[in-house]
């Protein structure tokens, strides 16, 4: 299984901490209490190996489609009104990452990164109303090649705290590249122009960087 380079550190960090918890554990002479820490050390760490998983996503769609950027569940499809960079109203598709899914985001449409910005914030739960604009969160805009732009943004929830976001202003980007990753649960909502046809339906879970996730 091969593993997301934002893996690394973490994995190495937590391999000496549960390495140097049973080390010291060792010193107790309570067989049954060393059992159950290195079974849940391992547990654990297994848990960290599956989460930093980063399995082959194969995007072949046409210029007018967008892929889902991340894997999940979709817990809302409607219309808002987005403050930030367009002030209009647009079609919002939100998908809902939990602990256990693939965590690398991807740009739902390849084009010029016209808008890329990190906001502080709070930790409300990801699935709460309000957690698109008060929770952390990074906020990115694509034009794509017929001049459309598509944003995209990067939430932070209740678990998740490290939002890396790989998006530069002014470079290319292709469709299902890699536009960054959030640990550990959370959200990405996309945000259409009005006349886009949304191809997926609230409660589908999509593939990152595969499922067609509308039409523009």
């Given at each position: 299984?091969?593993?997301?380079?934002?893996?690394?550190k973490p994995l190495f960090v937590a391999l000496l901490i549960f390495a140097a918890l049973n080390f010291l554990f060792s010193f107790i002479g309570i067989d049954w209490l060393e059992g159950?820490?290195?079974?849940?050390?391992?547990?654990?760490?297994?848990?960290m190996v599956y989460f930093?998983?980063?399995?082959?996503?194969?995007?072949?769609?046409?210029?007018?489609?967008?892929?889902?950027?991340?894997?999940?569940?979709?817990?809302a499809i409607q219309e808002v009104e987005e403050t930030e960079y367009f002030n209009d109203k647009r079609?919002?598709?939100?998908?809902f990452m939990s602990p256990l899914n693939v965590h690398v985001n991807r740009f739902p449409i390849g084009?010029?990164?016209?808008?890329?910005?990190?906001?502080?914030?709070?930790?409300?739960?990801?699935?709460h109303p309000k957690s698109s604009t008060l929770n952390e969160r990074t906020t990115v805009v694509v034009q794509a090649d017929n001049g459309v732009e598509v944003m995209h943004r990067q939430i932070a929830g209740a678990v998740a705290r490290r939002i890396i976001n790989y998006a530069k202003?002014?470079?290319?980007?292709?469709?299902?590249?890699?536009?960054?990753?959030?640990?550990?649960g959370s959200r990405v909502d996309i945000l259409l122009p009005l006349d886009a046809k949304i191809k997926v339906e609230i409660g589908q879970r999509p593939i990152g960087g595969e499922t067609i996730l509308a039409e523009i």
């Open positions: 299984m091969k593993l997301h380079p934002e893996g690394r159950l820490l290195l079974i849940a050390s391992g547990i654990l760490y297994g848990f930093f998983r980063h399995p082959a996503r194969f995007t072949n769609v046409e210029p007018h489609q967008l892929i889902a950027p991340a894997d999940g569940k979709v817990v079609i919002q598709v939100s998908i084009g010029i990164v016209k808008y890329s910005k990190h906001h502080p914030g709070a930790f409300l739960v990801a699935w202003p002014n470079t290319k980007v292709a469709t299902g590249d890699q536009c960054g990753f959030i640990r550990f």
